[in-house]
């Protein structure tokens, strides 16, 4: 078995949680490729067995990687996914951040989750991406976005005026700090806290959240993720800020640009005792009474 691992960084407190993995794939005999940039960062403090190989692109993956482990917290599962792109490759998301709503699996459960991974005894879940499609080329090879797209001012600049077409039938325009189009996954991330609705991962659908709207009765609106989602922007600035989950590009308010899914899917490797409905009560104390 072949298995790629990708990770910004360690911290120092979690040198032990890293021997342990190598040491949990050592046991098995799996082949470990490490991201060449993170393996410079911790060979040199960990102790190691053997010899690793390394991969410094997505062109060095190919089918022959059975999955990729992603160390850290959800922006760095968010990194591996621009990393494995349409290649299918599963992703098994360790969190060693903070709440992991995509890098779901705990340190705690590494024992567990590699032993999934060695007998093929996790489920996969099929994630919906969002593709980004403009007049001008916008974050090259990786136009796509497993969380969310947005449209932003700039800095302290004033509102923009954000006019929204479904299928190119008009919708409404967003005078806002900007407007969010999220995936189910993305639907508990940055349009959540802009008072979005939290939406299944297999509802097919997208979430159209504003953010700081300044009509107080424009709310956030589900469509099909069969649409497309096209805008026009108006602003006192030349500018405006365009997002694909972490990454961002500065952009004329001329360009012309739309969402709409994504052609390819990405998996996400889980556990079979864990479900969407468990994580949720998990990470958001859904049924905790602090009171006692």
């Known amino acids: 078995m072949k298995i790629a691992i990708y990770s910004r ?27 060449q940039d993170f ?19 997505s062109e060095d993956l190919d089918d022959s990687f059975d999955s990729i482990i992603s160390l850290g917290g959800d922006g760095t599962l968010l990194d591996t996914v ?17 709440l992991g709503f995509l890098a779901s699996i705990g340190r705690e459960e590494l024992h567990s989750a590699i032993q999934a991974l060695i007998n093929r005894t996790y489920v996969l879940d099929k994630r919906t991406l969002l593709h980004l499609d403009a007049d001008i080329p916008l974050f090259g090879e990786t136009p796509y976005a497993l969380n969310e797209f947005t449209l ?22 967003y005078w806002a700090d900007g407007l969010i189009v999220a995936t189910p996954t993305g639907s508990t991330g940055y349009s959540l806290s802009c008072n979005g609705p939290i939406v299944f991962p297999d509802s097919g659908s997208l979430v159209i959240t504003p953010v700081a709207p300044h009509n ?3 709310r956030p609106i589900i469509v099909p993720d069969t649409t497309i989602v096209s805008f026009e922007v108006e602003g006192r600035t030349d500018e405006f800020l365009c997002t694909l989950d972490s990454r961002r590009a500065i952009v004329p308010k001329e360009v012309q640009i739309a969402v ?22 998990n990470k958001l104390s859904w049924g905790l009474d602090k009171r006692n």
């Open 9 to 35: 960084g360690i911290e120092n407190n979690q040198h032990t949680d890293m021997e342990l993995l190598l040491k949990e794939l050592d046991a098995y005999k799996v082949e470990a490729v490490f991201f």
């Open 39 to 57: 393996f410079n960062k911790f060979y040199s403090t960990v102790n190691m067995k053997g010899k690793y190989s390394t991969f410094n692109s």
């Open 82 to 98: 621009t990393l494995v792109r349409d290649k299918g490759i599963p992703i098994l998301g360790i969190n060693y951040g903070r």
């Open 152 to 173: 932003q001012k700039k800095d302290s600049s004033s509102m923009i005026k954000i006019h929204t077409y479904l299928n190119g039938e008009f919708l409404n325009t």
């Open 216 to 218: 107080l009765n424009i």
């Open 260 to 281: 709409k899914k994504e052609k390819f899917y990405i998996n996400l490797i889980r556990l079979n005792e864990n479900n969407f409905l468990q994580t949720l009560r």
